[in-house]
């Protein structure tokens, strides 16, 4: 089986890397638009800022190229939000992937909760082959300060300051805005449960 992480200027690919290689997984990391291509599946991670992300992915045609995929792709963290419709970080109106139609908002001001959010929290709802085996109100780990709100392709919520989407599904595409990479045996199944996809 051919796994590849898609390489852009959003960090976070050796967590990503390493923790795929302990559930007995090797993969590359690439822009490579024909190894992407030929991936049979194909993980969207990283953290960082959305314009200057997409503005990467614009430049190298990634855009397009991940749109057109038709194999099982993952999007983690700031991978998920890059894939909704568009983004408010950085005050910028930021055009995203669109695959998932929800928006990216920052979290709202609230003096009881610290933003971002960093640490854990647990992910309810689950609705999606992603989460087989997986108990609700597992605690895995987070570190955002923008949410995607809750919509049709919610398959798993998250509270923090209010309701939002952890994960997300449409069609081929998946996406989780905690860290599976980070979130011990948990995460470890999580990503077990996309490579076996």
């Known amino acids: 089986m051919k796994v590849v992480i898609i390489k852009y200027n959003a960090g976070n690919v050796r ?33 960082g800022e959305a314009s200057s992300a997409m503005k990467y992915l614009k430049e190298r045609g990634l855009d397009k190229l991940i749109l057109s995929l038709k194999q099982p792709v993952l999007g983690i963290c700031l991978g998920m939000q890059l894939m909704c419709s568009r983004s408010e970080e950085s005050n910028t109106n930021t055009e995203c992937l669109g695959i998932f ?9 609230n003096q009881s909760f610290k933003v971002p959010q960093i640490g854990w929290n647990n992910i309810c709802g689950l609705k999606s082959g992603l989460f087989k085996d997986i108990p609700e109100n597992s605690y895995m780990y987070f570190v955002h300060g923008y949410y995607v ?4 392709g919610t398959i798993a919520k998250t509270n923090y300051i209010l309701d939002y989407s952890s994960a997300l599904n449409k069609d081929n595409f998946y996406a989780v805005q905690f860290h599976p990479e980070k979130s011990g045996e948990t995460g470890q199944k999580i990503l077990e449960n996309f490579i076996k996809m």
């Open 15 to 47: 967590s990503v890397l390493f923790a795929l290689e302990r559930i007995g997984v090797d993969a590359i990391v690439t822009d490579d638009h024909d190894e992407i291509r030929k991936a049979d599946k194909v993980i969207f991670p990283g953290v």
């Open 101 to 109: 139609e929800q928006e990216v908002k920052k979290f709202p001001d």
């Open 149 to 152: 709100g809750n919509g049709e």
